[in-house]
């Protein structure tokens, strides 16, 4: 089967407001960050089937002859079963090579299998909360779609860049939530909506609202560096919610409603002038957002130093994504000075967090031109990463 060879990107993700509420039919705004992973497809012609993961130290190769001829449709569908099971114990690895085995036996499964590598690396810090395993799904969505031709190749020769239209996004993105519910088990989409459309997104029961006018925010952003996996968090809320049905709802009624008056905020502040009192409102709204989230049981001690030390500096944080550890964001006002900033870095690298300002808003999911790769480095802590060499394709 004759198949494209395609470089993506997709933007990684904050949550404001609205994390593990979201799964359960709740409001929730999410920006993109400008942290991207990045995804490039080779075919090959050595009849093997090759994927290097650096950032999770995976790399693998399958003989399509051979090996992978036991991959037919039947396991095709007991993998579609398994998607469905929500208890499994995979680790990174599995996890990531489990959806990217899915996808492409998906896209590819009814022909013959194509011989390819697939390389993907990252600047998102993995497993942390700004929804790296989004990027990565939504890369492999975009990437296998438009290897195999089922979407279009937007990029025209004189672009460096470009992005699919509307339907074809929507395609990516619903390919993109089934990698999700691999690596999280019951994902609400908000993550993989944010790195198929960038921006920022308010997200309801699979309903995506891109809002166009939105205040620039300066955040800060902090990785606590404790580890912790999303589906784990999830499942543990879910039980929560189980236990104590009439004590929990209301907690989730409640960050509802911060979501919904976050964004009412924002808009206010798009048309009229922003005042002081805009910002407090926003800083309250963290505040209650990440009592809320303790109650839910996601909370964590090394979160509770991260707000304890910005609080010190009159900052309001709040932890994002699945909580349980990862990272946090720490909402910056227009009038913070840059030793402020300064200071407050320092105070949370001596805690042994990593931490910097960060923009928002970068664009969602990408192909790029070839030559891309000249300016790119694989930037896995700031070092670059060599893949592993396989006879023809190298990134
Ligand atoms: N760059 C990457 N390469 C391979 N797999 C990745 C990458 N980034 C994320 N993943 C997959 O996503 C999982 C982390 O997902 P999750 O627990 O939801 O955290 P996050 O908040 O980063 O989305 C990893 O265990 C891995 O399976
Ligand atoms: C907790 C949740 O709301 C966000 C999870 O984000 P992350 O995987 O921690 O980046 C789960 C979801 O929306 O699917
Ligand atoms: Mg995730």
């Known amino acids: 089967m004759q198949v494209r ?6 933007p990684g993700k904050a949550i404001l407001h609205g994390e593990h509420a979201v799964v359960h039919g709740k409001v929730a705004l999410a920006v993109s960050l400008n942290l991207r992973s990045y995804l490039c ?21 399958w003989d399509l002859r051979d090996e992978l001829k036991l991959l037919d449709p039947d396991l095709v569908r007991r993998l579609r079963e398994f998607v469905g099971v929500t ?10 090579t489990l959806s990217f085995l899915y996808l492409y036996l998906s896209v590819f499964g009814s022909g013959e299998l194509p011989s390819l590598t697939v390389s993907v690396w990252s600047e998102l810090p993995t497993g ?62 908000v993550d993989n909506a944010v790195g198929t459309w960038g921006g920022m997104l308010r997200f309801l029961a699979g309903k995506i609202i ?12 902090t990785n606590t560096k404790v580890p ?3 589906k784990v968090l999830v499942s543990r809320v879910k039980d929560k919610i189980n236990k104590f049905p009439s004590i929990m709802a209301p907690v989730l009624d409640s960050v509802d409603a911060i979501s919904c008056t976050c964004e009412k905020v924002l808009s206010e502040m798009t048309s009229e002038p ?25 909370g964590h001690p090394a979160l ?6 910005t609080l010190a500096k009159g900052l309001h944080s709040k932890l994002t994504g699945a909580g349980g550890g990862g990272c946090g964001i720490t909402l910056l006002r227009p009038e913070t000075s840059s030793a402020v900033v300064q200071a407050t870095v320092q105070d949370l690298k001596d805690c042994g967090f990593d931490c910097w300002e960060t923009s928002i808003g970068g664009p969602g999911v990408q192909q790029h031109a070839p030559c891309f790769l000249q300016f790119s480095f694989c930037p896995v802590g700031g070092d670059r990463v060599a893949l592993k060499d396989d006879e023809e394709s190298r990134v």
Request: aromatic letters at 6%.
């Open 210 to 221: 891109p809002l166009s006018r939105v205040p620039l925010l300066r955040i800060l952003l």
């Open 87 to 96: 208890n499994g114990n995979l680790n990174t690895s599995q996890m990531a």
């Open 128 to 189: 942390a909360g700004l929804g790296s395993s989004a990027a990565y799904s939504v890369c492999l969505a975009a990437a296998l779609l438009c290897a195999s031709g089922a979407i279009s190749s937007p990029l025209n020769d004189w672009d460096h860049t470009a992005r699919w239209c509307q339907e074809e996004l929507e395609l990516i993105n619903s390919w993109a939530f089934q990698g999700e519910m691999i690596i999280h088990g019951n994902p609400s989409g």
């Open 228 to 230: 912790r996996s999303t």
């Open 41 to 61: 497809l080779k075919a090959t012609t050595g009849g093997n089937l090759c994927v290097n993961l650096p950032n999770i130290d995976t790399f693998l190769s």
């Open 304 to 309: 509770d130093t991260l707000c304890r030390v």
């Open 274 to 298: 922003i005042t002081g009192e805009h910002y407090n409102a926003l800083e309250e709204l963290f505040d209650i957002n990440q009592h809320h989230l303790n109650v839910m049981g996601v």
């Open 5 to 10: 060879d395609v470089l993506v990107s997709a």
